[in-house]
């Protein structure tokens, strides 16, 4: 029998319109870069070259690497691939999201200049434009980025920077990111998004207009709680030789191991995201109504107030993001991350292992109060990190942490009503 060879209509129908060679998918991209073509004998997985810096045999000697503060090897295999992954230029990684952000933001913006930002963004972010570069100079007007009429009345003579996390930690609200973009290019600012929470698997903000998605690879990317770092990733070579001028200058580039580690937690970006997206709704969906919750957060349920937003602006799912809005305040919090068992108290997400944050206390302890309780969040606020522990298990361990919160609210209520 002859072997089998499909006919045209049997193949794959993804083609890139200007090539002959059928386009890569995102998730081949994250294994194997834009063009693979690798020689015999190169080792399947990328190389850790620990060195500080390398040999030059001639002065003025034009080479690859030279000194690792500025490029090196390891690190320069992971950008290529999370360019690769956005159709982008090679991406700049970072020893932290908040050094991405600083570079970001230092690259744009001096003093005089303004910013932009989301006021629902991750504590860091906040208290880096607030109390790192406001004494600089730079001024910051923190905005509600679903609100586009907000981010227009926002806008300054000096704006230089738009930057809006979406969805935003930890209250999920979405930015239209379509719709901003042609603000920030009006203003002739430079657009970036935080894509940490999505990123490239599900929400691909260059190709709707932004400049730049930040990242912290900390979270999805890498996948296993194992790493620090971040990521700037653009399409425009200006912009990236100013960020990669600033990363050599500030001495803020990601370690080879950590970059390493990153690489290897990218090939299964996408199928990852997926399982963690279907999983978060089964489990968001499972929780609606509990007596214990004022309410579930999370773009996939239909009660989300940007639902139809999400389902626009998001691809294959919604993230592994759930957020719990506890009747009780933070007593029932603390009642409920007593009893935790399957899901695990701690400050950060993104990774196979489950979480559980309690923001006003973690993550979101340096911004403001009154900037907190603006946000919405308060010490009934608990965010939920889906791993990807078999959903059964997590919904169990849930259920009887929710059972914990409700049995203290009901006594906090009884006590206080005998006391009345």
């Known amino acids: 029998?002859?072997?089998?060879?499909?006919?045209?209509?049997?193949?794959?129908?993804?083609?890139?319109?200007?090539?002959?060679?059928?386009?890569?998918?995102?998730?081949?991209?994250?294994?194997?870069?834009?063009?693979?073509?690798?020689?015999?004998?190169?080792?399947?997985?990328?190389?850790?070259?620990?060195?500080?810096?390398?040999?030059?045999?001639?002065?003025?000697?034009?080479?690859?690497?030279?000194?690792s503060r500025a490029t090196n090897p390891t690190v320069a295999a992971l950008e290529d691939r999370l360019g690769a992954y956005e159709h982008a230029l090679p991406a700049l990684a970072f020893a932290s999201g908040l050094a991405a952000t600083q570079v970001l933001a230092l690259s744009q913006l001096s003093a005089g200049d303004h910013a932009i930002v989301g006021a629902a963004s991750y504590g860091g972010t906040?208290?880096?434009?607030?109390?790192?570069?406001?004494?600089?100079?730079?001024?910051?007007?923190?905005?509600?980025?679903?609100?586009?009429?907000?981010?227009?009345?926002a806008v300054q003579p000096k704006t230089r920077l738009v930057l809006v996390e979406t969805p935003a930690n930890p209250t999920l609200i979405l930015a239209d990111l379509a719709a901003i973009a042609p603000i920030a290019r009006a203003a002739h600012a430079i657009f970036a998004v935080d894509n940490t929470f999505l990123t490239a698997a599900l929400q691909r903000p260059l190709d709707v207009g932004a400049d730049v998605t930040l990242y912290s690879t900390t979270k999805w990317i890498e996948g296993h709680h194992a790493t620090?770092?971040?990521?700037?990733?653009?399409?425009?070579?200006?912009?990236?030789?100013?960020?990669?001028?600033?990363?050599?200058?500030?001495?803020?580039?990601q370690s080879p191991f950590d970059a390493w580690l990153t690489l290897q937690g990218l090939k299964t970006l996408s199928l990852r995201m997926r399982a963690h997206s279907a999983s978060a709704l089964r489990i968001a969906t499972a929780l609606e109504g509990?007596?214990?919750?004022?309410?579930?957060?999370?773009?996939?349920?239909?009660?989300?107030?940007?639902?139809?937003?999400?389902?626009?602006?998001?691809?294959?799912?919604?993230?592994?993001?759930?957020?719990?809005?506890?009747?009780?305040?933070?007593a029932a919090a603390e009642a409920f991350v007593r009893v935790l068992r399957v899901t695990t108290l701690a400050e950060s997400l993104g990774g196979v292992e489950s979480?559980?944050?309690?923001?006003?206390?973690?993550?979101?302890?340096?911004?403001?109060?009154?900037?907190r309780e603006r946000l919405g969040i308060?010490?009934?606020?608990?965010?939920?990190?889906?791993?990807?522990?078999?959903?059964?298990d997590l919904l169990n361990d849930i259920f009887g942490a929710l059972d914990a919160a409700a049995s203290s609210t009901f006594a906090s209520t009884k006590e206080t009503s005998h006391v009345s």
């Open 1 to 67: 029998m002859s072997p089998f060879c499909p006919s045209a209509s049997d193949r794959p129908t993804h083609r890139e319109p200007s090539r002959m060679q059928p386009a890569l998918q995102a998730a081949t991209r994250a294994m194997h870069g834009s063009e693979p073509n690798r020689m015999a004998g190169e080792p399947l997985v990328a190389s850790i070259t620990q060195s500080a810096t390398f040999v030059q045999h001639e002065l003025g000697e034009c080479v690859s690497h030279s000194y």
């Open 126 to 153: 906040v208290r880096l434009f607030a109390q790192v570069l406001a004494p600089l100079g730079i001024r910051s007007t923190f905005v509600d980025a679903a609100d586009l009429d907000a981010i227009r009345a």
């Open 228 to 253: 620090i770092g971040g990521a700037l990733v653009t399409r425009d070579e200006v912009i990236r030789e100013k960020l990669a001028f600033l990363r050599k200058s500030l001495g803020c580039i």
């Open 290 to 330: 509990h007596c214990a919750l004022r309410r579930v957060i999370y773009p996939g349920l239909e009660s989300f107030d940007q639902h139809a937003l999400a389902l626009a602006q998001h691809d294959g799912g919604h993230g592994g993001i759930v957020t719990l809005d506890l009747h009780g305040g933070r």
């Open 355 to 371: 979480l559980a944050t309690h923001l006003e206390t973690m993550t979101h302890g340096d911004v403001p109060q009154a900037q």
């Open 378 to 392: 308060h010490g009934g606020l608990i965010r939920l990190s889906i791993g990807l522990e078999d959903s059964n």
